[in-house]
């Protein structure tokens, strides 16, 4: 079993960055592969980005590739995404994941948090 706390969301001008963080409770962590989502309004769940248990893998949506980048410390159960460049269309509900490679990159991992609000001003 695993919960998960989202945090780091706000308000930022386009061209702009935020760091999201999860922080993640239980022991297990380090043997989940994590993941990062966004629902924005009238549009369903996207995935964003995932890390492999070990961090030595990544993986990102096209749409975001070169400005977002996840990372993790298992050392302290918290996962982060660094979003760059930010652009009006990134602004969303980001929820962190957590579950085995397969399922957090196919788009249903059994893990959620409750997600933490971006908004990018243009």
């Known amino acids: 079993q695993v919960q998960l706390v989202e945090s780091g969301g706000g308000l930022v001008q386009a061209g702009g960055s935020l760091r999201l963080s999860c922080a993640a409770s239980g022991r297990t962590f380090s043997t989940y592969a994590m993941g990062w989502f966004r629902q924005a309004p009238g549009k369903e769940r996207e995935f964003v980005a995932a890390?492999?248990?070990?961090?030595?893998?990544?993986y990102y949506a096209d749409s975001v590739k070169g400005r977002f980048t996840i990372s993790r410390e298992n050392a302290k159960n918290t996962v982060y995404l660094q979003m760059n460049s930010l652009k009006p269309e990134d602004a969303s509900v980001y929820y962190c994941s957590a579950d085995d490679w397969r399922t957090v990159v196919g788009g249903r991992p059994k893990y959620w948090g409750q997600g933490t609000q971006v908004t990018v001003s243009s």
């Open positions: 890390i492999s248990w070990s961090g030595g893998t990544t």
